[in-house]
C-alpha cells in the first residue's frame, strides 16, 4: 500500500513537472472577484494575480485597470498584438495601427505581469521589429523591455531586439547636443504641450509647438534605455556594447545632474534649448514642474540630502500638491491653468501642462517614489505619503460613481478636464497596476533568483484609513507563482500576524513586521506562448478581409467588426448589429479575398441590457463548390451556448475556403444580434 501510494505521489509530481504547473495559493475568492468581469469572467481568470485589500477603492482601481487594459489590446493579425492608448483612432496615430509610442513603457511595465505573455511579447516586437517606434514622442521602451525581461526572463526574446534598440537609441542623436551632452525637445514631442517653458518661449500668448529644452525628462529616458542596452548586451556577451552604453549612462546622468539640477529651485529643472525675445538659450525656466521628478523614475540622481529636497516641493500644497491630484506645475506660474487651447468651434477644454494632473506623470512620480523608498538611504517622503498620494490617484479613475479614466484632472478643484466624447474614455496613457505590484505589495523584480518583497505601506503613522490587510496572489514570476500577503490582526487570511511570502504555493518567508524581505526564487521557467493569426482582421476596413451582412444598423458601422478591437464598453462604440431588421434571421459574412485554410471562429457578442443581445443560436457555414455547407463540428455536443460581452469561441475540423458566414437567430422580435468582433483561424 505504501510503496502504491509513494509511486502515486512521484507520478503526479512527475506531471507536474512535465505540464509545467505549479502550485498556487488559494486566500482570495478568485471566483467571486470575477463576478465583477461578468460573462467574461474566464479571460481575467486566466490572466491577471488576484488582489484584495482592506482600502476597497483601491482594489476597486486595481480590477478596473485590468478591464481597461484588456480592452486596449488591438490584433493586427499576422503582426500580433499591440496595446492602444487611445480607444479609437487619433489623428495623429501611426496609421493603420492606431498605436502611439509616449506611454508604450507603462503599457508594458503593465503588461508585464499577465500570465499570456503574447500580447507584450507581440508589442515589443511591433515597437522594435516592425517599426512601431517611429519616435513621434521621447519614449523609455528599451527600458520597459527590460524590466519585462525582469519578470519573464526570456534571454532569446530579449537579445533578439538588441539591433533594432541601438538603431533606434542612434537616431536619437538629431535631438543631442554635443557641447552640453544632454538631449533636447520641444515640449509637444515629449507628449507635454503648454509647459513653461512653450508657453514662456511664445511670451505667454501660447504654446502648444515651440519652447524647445533640455528637459528632464528626455533625459532620464534615455538614461534608461542606455542602461537596459548595456545589461542586454552582458546577456548576449557583447562586451564592446556593453561597454559603451555603460560610458554613455554615466556621462548622461553626470550632465544631467551638474546642468538640470537648480538650486534656487530646488529642483531638476528645463534649461532652454532655444532663444528669441521672450527667452534665451541655457537659462533655466522660471518655475518647478513634475516632470522634474522623472530622473528617480530611472534611479538616475545620486543618493544625497541636496536632491532629496525635491520631494519638499511635492509634499507642499501650495506647491505641486493640488488636493485632488499632483499639480503639473506650481500656481505661482503666471500662466497656471490658463486654458490656451479648445477643441475646433466649441467651449470644450483640450490637454494643457500648465497645472492639470495628469495620470501620465503622476504614474512617473509614483514609480519615482518608490524607487526612492527602496533604493536611497537619504529621504523626505514615507510609506505614509505613497500610499496617501496613491489613494489620491486611484480616486481620479471615477466620474461619479462611474469607473472612467479619462486624459486630465483639477487639481484643485477635483474632476475631469479632458473629457471628449469616443476619445477620452477609458484612456490607457498611464500605469495603475504595476503600481500595485511593485510599490504597495512590494514585489521588486531582479535580474536574480534573489528576490525583494517591500511593501509600501506603514504599520501605523499618519496615512488615511491605514491598511491592515492585502494580497496579491498566485503573480507569475520567472514562470513561478509568487503570493504575498500582510494581515495586521492575523485574523482574515488566519496565517498569523504580519508579512508572508509563499512561492508556488509554498510559504517561504515570515514576518511579524512590515520589514523587507529577501526570498530566493527557483531557477527560472519559460512557458512559450501559444501564437495564432487572426485571418479576419483589416485594419483599414478596405479591400479584404471584407464584411457583408444582411442587414446592418444604419448607425452602425460593419467594419468595426473586424478592425481587431473588442471591448464592450457602453460608453465607447464597436460594434455591428442587425438592429432594426425585419427578419428573424441575419448574417455576417466574411470575405477573404483568397483560399485560406480555417478551423477555428470566435464571435464576441455584444449586449447593452436593452434592444442588443446575442442570438438564440447561430449557424456557422463556409463556401464550397458554389454551395454553403455547414462546417464540420469536432464533435457531437451542441453548439457553443451564444453569450453576451465575451467570446464564443468555436472549434472545427479544417475547411479551405474563401468565404465564412455566421447565420443568427436572433433572440426575439424586439431584441438584435450586435457583435463587436469576428476573428477566424
Not at 513603457?105 to 505581469?113: A, D, K, L, Q, V
Not at 533578439?160 to 538603431?167: E, I, T, Y
Not at 493569426?533 to 476596413?541: E, P, Y
Amino acid at each position: 500500500m505504501k510503496k502504491n501510494l509513494l509511486a502515486l505521489l512521484c507520478f503526479l509530481l512527475m506531471l507536474q513537472l512535465a505540464t509545467g504547473q505549479n502550485k498556487e495559493t488559494h486566500f482570495i475568492k478568485t471566483q467571486q472577484k470575477c463576478s465583477q468581469f461578468g460573462n467574461d469572467r474566464a479571460w481575467f481568470l486566466n490572466n491577471i494575480p488576484f488582489f484584495e485589500c482592506s482600502d476597497q477603492t483601491i482594489e476597486q482601481v486595481y480590477y478596473y485597470r485590468w478591464l481597461l487594459y484588456k480592452a486596449h489590446i488591438k490584433d493586427l493579425g499576422k503582426d500580433g498584438h499591440i496595446i492602444t492608448e487611445f480607444l479609437n483612432p487619433m489623428g495623429w496615430d501611426l496609421k493603420p495601427y492606431n498605436s502611439l509610442n509616449d506611454a508604450t513603457g507603462f503599457h508594458i511595465y503593465e503588461g508585464r505581469w499577465l500570465k499570456d505573455q503574447r500580447f507584450v511579447q507581440d508589442y515589443i516586437n511591433y515597437m522594435y521589429q516592425q517599426g512601431g517606434n517611429d519616435r513621434h514622442f521621447s519614449e523609455g521602451i528599451a527600458d520597459a523591455a527590460y524590466a519585462y525581461y525582469l519578470v519573464n526572463p526570456d534571454k532569446a526574446f530579449i537579445t533578439s531586439q538588441l539591433p533594432s534598440m541601438l538603431k533606434i537609441y542612434n537616431a536619437w542623436d538629431d535631438h543631442f547636443d554635443q557641447a552640453k551632452g544632454l538631449y533636447y525637445i520641444e515640449p509637444l514631442l515629449d507628449a507635454t504641450e503648454y509647459t513653461i517653458s512653450s508657453i514662456d518661449a511664445s511670451g505667454g500668448k501660447d504654446g502648444f509647438r515651440g519652447g524647445d529644452a533640455f528637459r528632464p525628462s528626455i533625459n532620464s529616458f534615455m538614461y534608461g534605455n542606455a542602461l537596459a542596452i548595456n545589461k542586454i548586451s552582458v546577456l548576449k556577451k557583447d562586451t564592446s556594447t556593453a561597454n559603451l552604453y555603460a560610458k554613455k549612462a554615466l556621462l548622461l546622468k553626470s550632465n544631467l545632474q551638474k546642468s538640470l539640477w537648480n538650486d534656487s529651485l530646488q529642483h531638476f529643472t528645463d534649461r532652454y534649448k532655444v532663444s528669441n525675445k521672450f527667452v534665451k538659450y541655457w537659462n533655466f525656466i522660471r518655475g518647478r514642474e513634475l516632470v522634474g521628478f522623472v530622473p528617480w523614475t530611472y534611479n538616475l540622481p545620486d543618493d544625497n540630502t541636496t536632491y532629496q529636497t525635491a520631494f519638499k516641493h511635492l509634499l507642499d500644497t501650495a506647491e505641486l500638491q493640488g488636493k485632488f491630484g499632483m499639480r503639473t506645475n506650481e500656481p505661482s506660474y503666471q500662466y497656471y491653468m490658463r486654458q490656451y487651447r479648445y477643441l475646433p468651434h466649441s467651449d470644450i477644454r483640450e490637454c494643457q501642462w500648465n497645472g492639470p494632473s495628469w495620470p501620465f506623470q503622476t504614474s512617473q512620480v509614483l514609480l519615482a517614489m518608490a524607487n526612492v523608498l527602496n533604493n536611497y538611504q537619504h529621504q523626505i517622503i514615507t510609506k505614509t505619503d505613497y500610499v496617501n498620494m496613491l489613494k489620491m490617484y486611484s480616486l481620479q479613475h471615477f466620474i461619479g460613481k462611474d469607473l472612467n479614466l479619462v486624459e486630465d484632472y483639477d487639481p484643485d478643484k477635483g474632476g475631469p478636464i479632458v473629457n471628449i466624447d469616443q476619445r477620452s474614455e477609458h484612456y490607457n496613457h498611464s500605469e495603475y497596476n504595476d503600481l500595485i505590484i511593485t510599490g504597495f505589495c512590494g514585489i521588486r523584480p531582479a535580474d536574480n533568483n534573489t528576490l525583494v518583497i517591500n511593501p509600501l505601506i506603514a504599520d501605523s503613522g499618519s496615512a488615511k484609513n491605514p491598511i491592515s490587510y492585502f494580497c496579491i496572489e498566485n503573480v507569475l514570476y520567472h514562470g513561478h507563482n509568487l503570493s504575498v500577503l500582510y494581515d495586521k490582526t492575523g485574523r482574515k487570511y488566519h496565517q498569523g500576524i504580519g508579512l508572508s511570502v509563499y512561492v508556488d504555493g509554498k510559504r517561504v518567508s515570515k514576518s511579524a513586521t512590515l520589514q523587507k524581505q529577501e526570498i530566493k526564487i527557483p531557477a527560472a521557467v519559460i512557458k512559450p506562448s501559444v501564437k495564432k493569426v487572426n485571418l479576419a482582421v483589416n485594419l483599414t476596413g478596405k479591400g479584404f478581409p471584407q464584411l457583408t451582412a444582411s442587414y446592418t444598423d444604419s448607425l452602425d458601422q460593419i467594419t468595426m467588426a473586424n478592425d481587431g478591437r473588442v471591448w464592450y464598453f457602453k460608453n465607447v462604440k464597436n460594434r455591428w448589429s442587425c438592429n432594426g431588421s425585419k427578419q428573424k434571421t441575419d448574417w455576417l459574412e466574411v470575405n477573404f479575398g483568397e483560399k485560406q485554410l480555417v478551423k477555428e471562429v470566435s464571435l464576441f457578442f455584444y449586449g447593452d441590457e436593452k434592444n442588443l443581445a446575442a442570438p438564440q443560436k447561430y449557424t456557422l457555414v463556409y463556401w464550397d463548390k458554389n454551395q454553403w455547407l455547414p462546417v464540420p463540428i469536432r464533435t457531437n455536443k451542441n453548439p457553443v451556448k451564444p453569450l453576451v460581452n465575451t467570446e464564443t469561441n468555436i472549434k472545427f475540423h479544417a475547411v479551405t475556403t474563401d468565404k465564412l458566414r455566421v447565420i443568427f437567430t436572433n433572440a426575439a422580435p424586439d431584441l438584435y444580434t450586435a457583435l463587436t468582433e469576428i476573428a477566424v483561424y
